[in-house]
């Protein structure tokens, strides 16, 4: 079935540090990719999605690069900040899952001073 | 505009109480989804629905049932509690099943002693 692997956490940088956190996955048909974010006692917000082979998603310094040779979605950030720290899923939509969201488990990012 | 709302946000219960979660959307969205986030485990999918009158078990839906009640409220049911299902729950909606952004509430953390 359908599934998405990303790194595990915790990640912990300093201020701006650049980041990666590495997403990929296993999914029948052509999938739409996302990240989402969940900041400390909130539920998720999408952060940047990508819908095709080739897309960049982009969205507040963050980029994700849909590549299907490699079936990848890694998230990145040159100059990470104190506010950026949070919980971060990949997550992808594709046929074979029914339509529903499938979620990696989660990094967790904490950003030093 | 409050998006998704969710209530209540923090609920403890004893082995085999009965509770209902209640989630509402002010977007016009045709789909609602149910989720729990457990430590290490990423988001699950309890149930959804992908229209109004229609509900389907997603991932884990063992003890729970879901009423899909008009097109801004779908409410998930635990009929007699059990440790294992102390988690966060968090519902999500969006336009419909497939690529597009799911919306989610603030969470309920519910604690079964």
């Known amino acids: 079935g359908d599934s998405v692997t990303q790194m595990e956490g915790p990640v912990t940088l300093s201020e701006e540090a650049f980041l990666t956190i590495n997403c990929t996955y296993t999914a029948t048909g052509y999938p739409s990719l996302f990240w989402y974010v969940q900041y400390p006692g909130e539920g998720l917000q999408l952060l940047l999605k990508a819908t095709k082979a080739d897309d960049k998603g982009s969205n507040k310094g963050f980029e994700a690069t849909y590549r299907k040779e490699t079936t990848s979605f890694h998230l990145e950030k040159g100059s990470v900040q104190v506010s950026d720290s949070a919980v971060y899923f990949c997550a992808l939509s594709a046929g074979g899952s029914q339509g529903n969201l499938i979620f990696g488990k989660g990094t967790k990012l904490s950003v030093k001073p | 505009n409050a998006g998704v709302t969710q209530t209540p946000k923090f609920q403890v219960l004893k082995t085999g109480q009965s509770m209902t979660l209640q989630c509402a959307q002010d977007?016009?969205?045709?789909?609602m989804y149910w989720y729990r986030q457990d430590p290490g485990m990423g988001l699950r999918l309890i149930y959804y629905s992908a229209s109004e009158g229609t509900t389907d078990k997603g991932e884990v839906p063992n003890g729970y049932n879901v009423s899909r009640l008009n097109k801004r409220e779908f409410s998930l049911r635990l009929e007699s509690a059990a440790p294992s299902q102390t988690s966060v729950y968090f519902c999500?909606?969006?336009?419909?099943?497939?690529?597009?952004?799911?919306?989610f509430g603030p969470g309920t953390r519910l604690t079964v002693l």
């Open positions: 999500a909606s969006s336009e419909q099943r497939g690529a597009n952004e799911q919306f």
């Open positions: 977007m016009n969205h045709n789909s």
